[in-house]
């Protein structure tokens, strides 16, 4: 085992991505990869972000066993699972950074629209939105098309969490029952990538050192963000989302064209 002042760097990051993972039940590692990566390399970066996720996954899957929207879950995985096939071939023909630009285009000009409608609309007008909108089959083909996407690009290039958000955040419109069903999402796919990543042997003894000091501040940053959840209603709930969405899309978006410049 190891140390570096660099664990202390990474680990500090993890308190702001698992606050908003405690709160929303997404989100800590893309926040958190910039400087992950940065600091520790991909190679260790990678199955770092995966493993110090699974503790809190199965801590709050285990809490929350009975507060989980299982139907949707079910339609999540049901669709994801096919479009992730789809995209472990679609990775030999596709181009990474082609799809992240595309893929942060799409969220990115989801949570604009949203944070149009949730945020700037109400504080213009003066009033919120108090009624309820009909779920139309136009929403439906949208919603189900984002999870399909996802599944694919998930399959094809791990990215496919924001779509499976936008799906989501429409369906399970309590916020403990949406955050609780994105963590059994992430139990199940960081599980599967977790399990393929030891098995080739990504698990380094300098990675398990960076993740013993980065443990205790993701601890942190989790229970405090839980409890923050308590704390809001709805209509903040959904903007933090947005917000957080627009965050993971627009980095996706400028990340992959800064690349290819």
Not at 192 to 202: E, I, V
Request: proline content about 3%; glycine content about 10%; aromatic content about 12%.
């Amino acid at each position: 085992m190891t140390f570096e002042f660099t664990f202390v760097l990474v680990a500090l990051m993890q308190i702001i991505g698992f606050f908003v993972q405690g709160c929303t039940g997404f989100g800590c590692t893309v926040i958190a990869a910039a400087v992950t990566n940065g600091l520790l390399g991909t190679e260790a970066g990678v199955p770092y972000g995966t493993l110090i996720t699974l503790p809190f996954l199965y801590y709050l899957g285990i809490k929350a066993f009975k507060e989980v929207s299982w139907k949707d879950l079910a339609k999540i995985i049901g669709l994801c699972i096919p479009g992730i096939l789809v995209g472990n071939y679609l990775f030999y023909a596709i181009s990474p950074n082609v799809a992240k630009i595309c893929i942060g285009a799409m969220v990115t000009l989801i949570a604009l629209m949203n944070i149009y409608k949730n945020i700037i609309k109400p504080k213009l007008s003066g009033k919120q939105e108090a009624q309820e909108e009909i779920d139309t089959t136009g929403k439906k083909i949208f919603r189900y098309g984002c999870l399909i996407l996802g599944g694919i690009v998930h399959g094809a290039f791990n990215i496919g969490g924001p779509l499976i958000t936008v799906y989501t955040i429409e369906a399970v419109q309590e916020k403990e029952k949406f955050r609780n069903t994105m963590n059994m999402v992430w139990v199940i796919l960081n599980t599967w990538n977790a399990f393929s990543q030891y098995r080739s042997g990504a698990f380094t003894p300098y990675m398990l050192s960076a993740l013993l000091v980065g443990l205790p501040m993701a601890a942190i940053g989790f229970f405090l963000g839980m409890g923050f959840l308590k704390k809001i209603n709805r209509e903040q709930f959904l903007r933090i989302v947005y917000i957080v969405l627009l965050f993971v899309g627009g980095n996706m978006l400028v990340t992959s064209v800064l690349s290819v410049i």
